[in-house]
């Protein structure tokens, strides 16, 4: 056997890992608004990794692009610093509606999440260069390449971005798929492993996360 080579199915793998850590009831519920809107949350191998994240980070300022339902908020809350503070960017009004709900119902203080309205490339910009431990970006696939740059400028020197849906159910790695989704997620993926002061590397949990660590 190839040094590596799994040794039981892959969905069976999948299964243990997006099992490792259960959900509690705020987080099931989130979960739930989220199916009902529309917005497909992370899933909760990506939300631990996330979590682990913030948590091996200290982080006390995170960057979210996508607000979604809450649920990747809640993680990265949850793993962040006691005082640390969540700027979570989107440009639905009721996407940040059931996440100010999930935050509330997770006994999130008010101060620690900033629910900013409004396109991301329009936001980013105003936000402080390297003011921030940590980028997540779970919104707008076809323009993750814009986003690398943006939120690199906002990583202190040892923050960390990262990027959901890395593995674009499985399509990067089958090159007959030239989708322009697909094509914007192989290229964020060769760009940051060509960046000289990023330090990559890609998580196989849920639908992939591709995260980079920026050198000083």
Not at 62 to 91: F, N
Not at 190 to 207: D, K, S, Y
């Amino acid at each position: 056997m190839t040094p590596g080579t799994p040794t039981t199915t892959a969905p069976a793998v999948w299964d243990y890992v997006e099992s490792y850590l259960g959900e509690d009831e705020v987080l099931q519920a989130a979960r739930a608004r989220g199916v009902e809107l529309g917005c497909t949350p992370i899933g909760p191998g990506g939300g631990a990794a996330l979590r682990f994240l913030a948590a091996a980070l200290r982080a006390r300022a995170v960057v979210e692009v996508g607000t979604g339902c809450g649920v990747s908020g809640l993680w990265l809350l949850r793993g962040m610093a006691p005082d640390g503070v969540l700027t979570s960017i989107d440009v639905e009004p009721e996407h940040q509606r059931v996440a100010k709900r999930a935050f509330t119902e997770a006994g999130v203080a008010p101060s620690r999440a900033r629910l900013i309205m409004g396109q991301p490339l329009d936001v980013l910009p105003r936000l402080t260069d390297g003011g921030y431990d940590m980028v997540f970006v779970a919104y707008g696939v076809t323009e993750y390449p814009r986003y690398l740059q943006a939120g690199v400028r906002l990583l202190r020197d040892g923050g960390v971005i990262v990027f959901d849906d890395a593995l674009w159910h499985g399509r990067v790695a089958d090159p007959t798929h030239r989708d322009a989704e697909t094509v914007a997620v192989r290229e964020i993926s060769r760009a940051m492993r060509e960046e000289e002061n990023l330090v990559p590397a890609l998580l196989p949990v849920g639908n992939g996360l591709l995260a980079a660590a920026k050198l000083g």
